[in-house]
């Protein structure tokens, strides 16, 4: 199922040119925000990248040095924005309490979350 976004809800849209259409001009960005040399990026995706239950249609990605690592998805806009605040903030505050760069604190953050299997940074 396609989505597209109005007043940042997400709305089915069965047709895919209508879709695609939509999609090459929309702006899908949530939030987007560097910390030094870390990008993090939270989008809208226009596709459900999910199974049953609610669809997930947005998704946090973390990137350094021409690396992504997948930090999180969300099935709302509202969700998106708090996941990425909540993302940033966890870096900064590693970096401080652990005084390293970006990169070292977002390396520590991944490796702990993948050990919960949570997330998946590559």
């Given at each position: 199922?396609?989505?597209?976004?109005?007043?940042?809800?997400?709305?089915?849209?069965?047709?895919?040119?209508?879709?695609?259409?939509?999609?090459?001009?929309?702006?899908?960005?949530?939030?987007?925000?560097?910390?030094?040399?870390?990008?993090?990026?939270?989008?809208?995706?226009?596709?459900?990248?999910?199974?049953?239950?609610?669809?997930?249609?947005?998704?946090?990605?973390?990137?350094?040095?021409?690396?992504?690592?997948?930090?999180?998805?969300?099935?709302?806009?509202?969700?998106?924005?708090?996941?990425?605040?909540?993302?940033?903030?966890?870096?900064?505050?590693?970096?401080?309490?652990?005084?390293?760069?970006?990169?070292v604190a977002w390396n520590r953050?991944?490796?702990?979350?993948?050990?919960?299997?949570?997330?998946s940074p590559q």
């Amino acid at each position: 199922m396609h989505y597209i976004l109005v007043n940042q809800q997400a709305v089915p849209c069965d047709d895919v040119s209508k879709w695609a259409l939509w999609y090459s001009t929309a702006d899908c960005v949530v939030a987007e925000e560097w910390i030094f040399d870390v990008r993090v990026s939270t989008i809208f995706l226009g596709l459900n990248r999910g199974g049953s239950g609610a669809p997930i249609l947005f998704e946090t990605m973390v990137f350094l040095d021409g690396q992504s690592g997948e930090a999180d998805c969300y099935a709302l806009w509202e969700d998106a924005e708090a996941g990425h605040r909540a993302l940033v903030l966890l870096i900064r505050t590693e970096m401080v309490s652990s005084a390293v760069t970006a990169s070292v604190a977002w390396n520590r953050i991944a490796s702990r979350l993948n050990g919960e299997g949570k997330h998946s940074p590559q």
